[in-house]
């Protein structure tokens, strides 16, 4: 069974950081595309990042270039979005997906997780 947990969201003030985690299991993680989402109140979700199987190859949409960074752990089954320099407008809940080949399915999805940016 395909699991995707997300963790590490959370209330933070503008400028702040935070890293969120997403535990992937039920599937050979190391050959699976990840990637984070967003969406915010009232707005569709988004693609934010994403990487490739072997951790190196990344891509981001251009607002979060500099700010945001993807990482993936294939030990530990792990994908990562370490966000710094919080603003407002990333207020959102995150999803982590993979895309899993050899599988009659291949789109999975999380349950998100909260990023609230406030003072």
């Known amino acids: 069974q395909v699991q995707l947990v997300e963790s590490g969201g959370g209330l933070v003030q503008p400028g702040g950081s935070l890293r969120l985690s997403c535990v992937a299991s039920?599937?050979?993680?190391?050959?699976?595309?990840m990637r984070w989402y967003r969406q915010a109140p009232g707005k569709e979700r988004g693609l934010v990042a994403g990487?490739?199987?072997?951790?190196?190859?990344?891509d981001y949409v251009d607002f979060v270039k500099g700010r945001f960074t993807i990482s993936r752990d294939n030990v530990k089954n792990t994908v990562y979005l370490q966000i710094n320099s919080l603003k407002p407008e990333d207020t959102a809940v995150y999803y982590c997906h993979a895309w899993i080949p050899g599988l009659p399915r291949n789109d999975y999805w999380g349950q998100g997780t909260q990023v609230t940016v406030s003072s």
């Open positions: 039920g599937f050979t993680f190391s050959t699976s595309y």
């Open positions: 990487i490739a199987t072997d951790g190196i190859r990344t």
